[in-house]
């Protein structure tokens, strides 16, 4: 069983800066991929970015170049990091992290791992 928190969100203005973070705990053994998912206002569920064990980096498109994923990896637990820089009123939003086992294609309809319970980002106009 595998438990996901995360932490870091908060009121920001625009053009600010936020660091999220996510730690997991329990059977990490067979993680291979850390993602961060947003839920905006009156939107659905959106892949963000995502670290995977072999290197590899994906961003969204409203991500890239803004935002900024990495991952630690410890003994008995895994953090992720998700640093969002010129931030826009319109990533306001709660923010999801996941932790998902075997080949992970994150997309926005992604519906398997495990979630936390999310942080809420707000960015002032």
């Known amino acids: 069983q595998v438990h996901v928190a995360e932490s870091g969100g908060g009121l920001v203005q625009a053009g600010g800066s936020l660091r999220l973070s996510c730690l997991v705990l329990?059977?990490?053994?067979?993680?291979?991929?850390m993602g961060w998912f947003r839920q905006r206002p009156g939107q659905q569920l959106e892949f963000v970015a995502s670290?995977?064990?072999?290197?590899?980096?994906?961003?969204r498109e409203f991500a890239a170049g803004r935002f900024t994923v990495s991952r630690g990896d410890r003994q008995d637990s895994i953090s992720a990091t998700l640093i969002m820089n010129s931030l826009k009123p319109e990533d306001t939003g709660v923010y999801f992290c996941?932790?998902?086992?075997?080949?992970?294609?994150?997309?926005?309809?992604?519906?398997?791992?495990?979630w936390g319970r999310g942080t809420q980002v707000t960015v002032s106009s």
């Open positions: 329990g059977d990490i053994s067979s993680i291979t991929a």
């Open positions: 996941n932790a998902a086992t075997g080949r992970v294609s994150y997309s926005d309809s992604y519906a398997f791992g495990s």
């Open positions: 670290v995977h064990t072999d290197g590899q980096l994906r961003y």
